[in-house]
Nanobody
Framework: VQLQASGGGLVQAGGSLRLSCAAS?????MGWFRQAPGKEREFVAA??????LYADSVKGRFTISRDNAKNTVCLQMNSLKPEDSAVYYC???????????????WGQGTQVTVSS
């Protein structure tokens, strides 16, 4: 199973970025997590066939979407803040949860840096 994430970069606070992730398999749940230096990997957003789930810290600013025909998941990130800076990882798994260990397959990560 391969997941290829793209779209990270450097942006000023208040700006936007769009992350994409292409998976080599079709999966019920697709999600995004992030990990800042010295911190644990944390949940950002997840989506199954019909519903989405967001961390409170990104609710209203980030939007997750998927294209089932292409096995891709995207994360539109608006109103970015310096505290959003992290390596962002996409993941797929059998259930739409916030728990890292419930996702068996992970992409390589893409860096997002938000300057103040």
């Amino acid at each position: 199973v391969q997941l290829q994430a793209s779209g990270g970069g450097l942006v000023q606070a208040g700006g936007s970025l769009r992350l994409s992730c292409a998976a080599s398999i079709s999966s019920y749940a697709m999600g995004w997590f992030r990990q800042a230096p010295g911190k644990e990997r944390e949940f950002v957003a997840a989506i199954n066939w019909s519903s989405t789930l967001y961390a409170d810290s990104v609710k209203g600013r980030f939007t997750i979407s998927r294209d089932n025909a292409k096995n891709t998941v995207c994360l539109q990130m608006n109103s970015l803040k310096p505290e959003d800076s992290a390596v962002y990882y996409c993941a797929v798994g059998p259930s739409r949860t916030t728990v890292v260990t419930n996702y068996p397959y992970w992409g390589q990560g893409t860096q997002v840096t938000v300057s103040s």
